[in-house]
Every structure is written in structure tokens, then in C-alpha cells.
């Protein structure tokens, strides 16, 4: 049952989102801002790679441009997750098919269904998708590894399916794993995308023509994205919470250092906390109502920067 607390923070960001709405419909048109800004990605990908390949930017510039393009993309897959435009199974299903080419990493189907579990169990030990990008690791060598490489979350995965199952064990819910059709092959291009970057540097190292491109246009900028992501959104939750208390489960994490990231993941660790608290918002809304909210949220028991959890590996 949501607490005064959590009453409260809902309203304001409601009246905030429907005020912005107000002052620019156009911004509530969401499957027409989504497909805009979905093809605006792929379009950015497309453009920054003909233009290096033409030499008319350098490789670092068009790494960024398509580290922005796949940043992109992991937003619009998150939002689609939760179903907040594209109704139609058949565009939503193309949609998810291009971001998970484009992030090499794991389907959007089964992160759905590990990313909605997380909102039912944030910070609490059987939460998959948190822990399987660091939540509660100590800063060091693997938690690092982690955040440069998704294939380094296989090594926390025994301890995670001990906790989900010791949670079961003790009379809790779990989450749905319940595998997709035609989950082998799906399962094949998961295994094939988290070795990409061992596949890249092995062909750089032996000459090969496309190791180059690939580096450029997909390796490096998916390494970038994913460390953007994965350092803001471990930083900006707590772990060793009381449970369903959404004022524990996230901080606004808005220092400036962090902006170079922020940038590659639509402000993620400054805005995120709102997304737990309003789940039907899209992230372009989201980024958008954050100075009208903030004081709210903090006047509520968020917490603004608490750049000890680092040192406490996300407790709170």
C-alpha cells in the first residue's frame, strides 16, 4: 500500500507531467515523439557511419554520435517494456528487433521481464537486473569489468539465482522466466553479442578489414553507452532497503561529474528516481519535469548525490 509519502511525490509529478503537456501538447503525443525519435536514431547511426567512413569526422567523434544513437534506443526499449506506446504487437516487436541489433546485448523481451520484476523487488537481493549490473558489489576489479563489459555479469549469476531461490524457499514471489518462443535461437544471439567485443579485438589483432568499422561503429560506442548506463543506474539505487518503500529505492544522483555520462544516458541517474514513482511517464517527459519535482522528492526522503555509496557498495 503506498504510503502519505509516496501519495504526495506521485501527485506533484503527475501535476507537473500534465502542466508540461499542457504547455506543449506536442510532447504528449507519444507514439508520434517515440517513432521520431527512434528513427532520429537509427538515422544518427546511419549518418555518423557514412560520415567516417568518408573521413569527413574523426573515429572518436563518430563513436560518441552513435553512443548517443544506441543511448537512444535503450530508452525507447525501456519505455516500450512497460508498454507506453507503439500498441500494435507487430510495430513494438520491430522496434525491440532493431534496439536489440543495434545494443548487442540482451533481447528486449527477457530483459522485460526481469526489468518489470525489478520494480516489484528494487534493491532487495533477488532484484536480477540490478545486481546483474553491480548493485551491492564492492568497488574493484569485477565491478569494474561489469560496467565495461556485459559478459562479465555472467560471474554474478550464481549468487543471484541463490538468492531468487532462497526468497522462494522462504514463501516470497519470484520473478516470470518463462522462456520466449523460439528462445534457443534468441538465446544463440545473446551469446553471439556478449562475445562481439572478444570477436572485435581478435580481428583487429588479426588485420581483418571489418575489425575497424565494427570497433567504431558498434563495439566501442555499445562500450560506452553500457558504462554510462550501468555506472548511473547502479549508482542511483540502494540495496538493503525495507521493501515496496519507493523513497528508499533511488537518489538523485546530479553532480557535475558525473555529466559526461549523464550525457550518454539521457540523465539517467538524476531522473531515474521518478521513473519508480511515476512508471507511465516517457523518459523525454521525464528529464523534462525534474526541476519542477525535485524539491518535492527531497522534501519526501530521496536523497540528492550521496556519493558515500559508492564506498558502501549502494547501501543505504
Avoid at 3 to 10: A, F, K, N
Avoid at 210 to 215: D, G, K, Q, S, T
Wanted: with cysteine; aromatic share 8%.
Amino acid at each position: 500500500m503506498a504510503t502519505p509519502s509516496t501519495r504526495q511525490v506521485l501527485q506533484a509529478l503527475r501535476d507537473a507531467d500534465a502542466d508540461l503537456v499542457r504547455r506543449q501538447p506536442w510532447l504528449g503525443r507519444d507514439d508520434a515523439v517515440a517513432g521520431a525519435l527512434w528513427l532520429g536514431a537509427l538515422g544518427l547511426w546511419a549518418a555518423a557511419g557514412l560520415a567516417w567512413g568518408s573521413g569527413w569526422i574523426p573515429p572518436a567523434l563518430a563513436v560518441l554520435l552513435v553512443a548517443f544513437a544506441l543511448s537512444t534506443l535503450h530508452e525507447l526499449e525501456h519505455d516500450l517494456i512497460h508498454a507506453l506506446y507503439f500498441p500494435r504487437t507487430a510495430l513494438r516487436n520491430l522496434v525491440f528487433a532493431t534496439i536489440w541489433v543495434g545494443k548487442a546485448s540482451l533481447d528486449p523481451w527477457s530483459r522485460g521481464r526481469i526489468h518489470r520484476w525489478h520494480h516489484a523487488v528494487s534493491g532487495q537481493p533477488e532484484d536480477i537486473e540490478e545486481r546483474l549490473i553491480g548493485l551491492g558489489l564492492p568497488w574493484g576489479p569485477l565491478r569494474v569489468l561489469v560496467c565495461l563489459l556485459p559478459a562479465a555479469s555472467v560471474a554474478l549469476v550464481p549468487g543471484i539465482r541463490r538468492d531468487v531461490r532462497r526468497r522462494r524457499r522462504e514463501g516470497g514471489a519470484g520473478p516470470d522466466l518463462r522462456a520466449p518462443p523460439a528462445f534457443a535461437l534468441v538465446r544463440l544471439v545473446n551469446l553471439l553479442f556478449l562475445l562481439l567485443p572478444l570477436v572485435a579485438l581478435a580481428g583487429l589483432a588479426a588485420g581483418v578489414p571489418w575489425a575497424v568499422p565494427l570497433l567504431v561503429l558498434w563495439v566501442l560506442p555499445n562500450t560506452l553507452r553500457h558504462l554510462a548506463i550501468v555506472v548511473m543506474s547502479s549508482s542511483s539505487h540502494y540495496t538493503g532497503i525495507e521493501r515496496g518503500r519507493l523513497v528508499l529505492q533511488n537518489q538523485v544522483l546530479d553532480h557535475p561529474v558525473f555529466w559526461p555520462l549523464q550525457l550518454l544516458c539521457w540523465n539517467f541517474g538524476a531522473t531515474h528516481v521518478v521513473h519508480h514513482f511515476l512508471v507511465q511517464q516517457p523518459f523525454w517527459r521525464r528529464t523534462l519535469v525534474m526541476g519542477a519535482v525535485r524539491d518535492v522528492l527531497l522534501a519526501h526522503g530521496v536523497r540528492r548525490n550521496d556519493l558515500g555509496t559508492f564506498a558502501r557498495a549502494n547501501q543505504r
